[in-house]
């Protein structure tokens, strides 16, 4: 692939994003030179719910980088907005069967998660009694140290933290096991609602998602908006767009994305509810995209997680185990090049930071490569 993504946090400010992304949004690597030259931008504004075509400040900000509008019979064909909602809420006209079911299975799905929420808490909860109780007998224990016990022999202390470990590892390998059973449900909820109305075979909606299609593959960059994840996400799966944004970026196109529009991208989208009443946690939300594998990104970072606490960074790595789990702040940008597979921290105000099952926060600075 020849394309690229610049990943933020959650900006300040549209213009310090595309400040920052400026030199990316300002090249090209496409492979077709007609869209190369054009350095078209989509705008991805989905999450912002109703104000979906209230862009007019970030087009002011990439016509100050060097972006000119160019108008054809009164719309700007230079900066473009997907309109992705706009072309949902065309189906309530053309084929309201259709936003129906999209509405139905939104509504499973949300009680889906609330089941899985409700296994979750058991866990959690008992995962932090069995490592309360060890700190009791050794205070310099740490969840690494715990969870990595291979065995211990004996009776008395010995006995018990051997115990203790196992019941920790239990927690972790049940959580995740749920996880998996979450993704597997959310996609087969999909898949039964859209097959039961042929929603692939619709001619209303097969010309909306040409139509998406189309504005995605003449591309040069696009930039992804955070807001709210779930109609994004949702309104993205509701016309199949992962495969054109996947060929979008094998012929070079550039993304930027901020929020919850960089967790989108990621395989699975882990979500921390500012809005809970009890304590929060982060879970799994759903599946994203997987247009970026081994990463698995973590917005508003210094916000959300207790990055100077071992024993939080460390379970959240071991329970989100298969991906290198990165935390990015306002200012902290990680450029992902999909070619040569590499990832680095290009943001001159603050760094990277990616946290390991041992507890360590690693940070990385302009121009360093992150390990994966």
Known sequence: MRGAVLFN?????????????????????HEDPAVASSRRVVLVTAAWGDGEHDEAHVKRA?????LPSRFENGYDTNLVNLSLLHEVRGLARTAPRLLAAWHEERRIAEMARAFYLEHNAHLIQLFRRTLAVAKREDPSITVARLA??????????KLLRYTLSREL?????????????????????EQRTFDSVGLHYDPAWRA???????????????????????????????????DALAEALRRGTQLVAMSAGAMVLCERVIIYDDFATKRRDFQLYDRGLALVRDIQLFPHCTERIQTDDPDNLAYLARRFRHHACVGLNQRSFLLFELGPHRAASVGEDDCVIVFDPEGRKLSYHRGEIIRM
């Open 9 to 29: 946090g959650n900006a300040e400010t549209v213009d310090a994003l595309v400040q920052t992304a400026a030199p990316l949004l300002l090249s090209s690597r």
């Open 62 to 66: 990439l016509n100050g980088i060097g």
């Open 148 to 157: 990595g016990d291979q065995g211990h022999y004996g009776t008395g202390g």
């Open 169 to 189: 590892r239990h927690a972790l390998d049940t959580l995740e096991a749920n996880d998996d059973h979450l993704v597997s449900l959310l996609d087969q909820i």
């Open 208 to 242: 909306a998602q040409q139509r998406l299609e189309q504005r995605i593959l003449s591309a040069n960059s696009i930039i992804v908006f955070g807001g709210h994840l779930d109609l994004l996400l949702d309104a993205l799966r509701f016309f199949r767009l992962r």
